[in-house]
T-cell receptor, first 114, second 118 residues
Framework: AQSVTQLGSHVSVSEGALVLLRCNYSSSVPPYLFWYVQYPNQGLQLLLKYTTGATLVKGINGFEAEFKKSETSFHLTKPSAHMSDAAEYFCAVTRNTGGFKTIFGAGTRLFVKA | EAGVTQFPSHSVIEKGQTVTLRCDPISGHDNLYWYRRVMGKEIKFLLHFVKESKQDESGMPNNRFLAERTGGTYSTLKVQPAELEDSGVYFC????????????????FGEGSRLTVL
């Protein structure tokens, strides 16, 4: 069975500081990994994804994540936080079981202080 | 191109009443998913349609929930009768047909339908 664990339901950083949102997954087969972001009063939108190939993937708005198979992790980072990054972030795992089924973590709400 | 649209955006009903949520996926997306998020918890999978067929409905909580996708276009999710624990945000998502590896598994979400059962 798949599962996704996001460490920290809330993360607070100062503007300009490093953003690190942690995600660990369990999957019996190589997964596809995603980070989605939800801004207030909006639906989730894709931030970045890992399917195959390079393990460091870059997404929108300066975010990136690294797939580490040995650690079963897919942590999300951004070198310098901006006020507009305040949102809720969801890590997700997908695998093809005859149809793609995506499992989400509980989400991490990012607060950015001026 | 229109995104995934959901209606209503917010519904407040009393316990025992019926509510029907609607989702219009992106045109051409064969895959349609329903998810639910209860406050503060994970986004939980409910079911998956491929065109008009239910591919996986393992996440449906009980038989008070009925999902349909007639003609393989829009989908409805009916809750009848609603209970207090059904409150939450119901998300619909769609994705490309299976086999398009480039976008394998990427979901396009609607803004959600917030259901409050009093």
């Amino acid at each position: 069975a798949q599962s996704v664990t996001q460490l920290g339901s809330h993360v607070s950083v100062s503007e300009g500081a490093l953003v690190l949102l942690r995600c660990n997954y369990s999957s019996s087969v190589p997964p596809y990994l995603f980070w989605y972001v939800q801004y207030p009063n909006q639906g989730l939108q894709l931030l970045l994804k890992y399917t195959t190939g390079a393990t460091l993937v870059k997404g929108i708005n300066g975010f990136e994540a690294e797939f580490k198979k040995s650690e079963t992790s897919f942590h999300l980072t951004k070198p310098s936080a901006h006020m507009s990054d305040a949102a809720e972030y969801f890590c997700a795992v997908t695998r093809n079981t005859g149809g793609f089924k995506t499992i989400f973590g509980a989400g991490t709400r990012l607060f950015v202080k001026a | 191109e229109a995104g995934v649209t959901q209606f209503p955006s917010h519904s407040v009903i009393e316990k025992g009443q019926t509510v029907t949520l609607r989702c219009d996926p992106i045109s051409g997306h064969d895959n349609l998913y329903w998810y639910r998020r209860v406050m503060g918890k994970e986004i939980k999978f409910l079911l998956h349609f491929v065109k008009e067929s239910k591919q996986d409905e393992s996440g449906m909580p009980n038989n008070r929930f009925l999902a349909e996708r007639t003609g393989g276009t829009y989908s409805t999710l009916k809750v009848q009768p609603a209970e207090l624990e059904d409150s939450g945000v119901y998300f619909c998502a769609s994705s490309q047909p299976i086999g398009k590896r480039e976008v394998a598994g990427e979901l396009f979400f609607g803004e959600g339908s917030r259901l409050t059962v009093l």
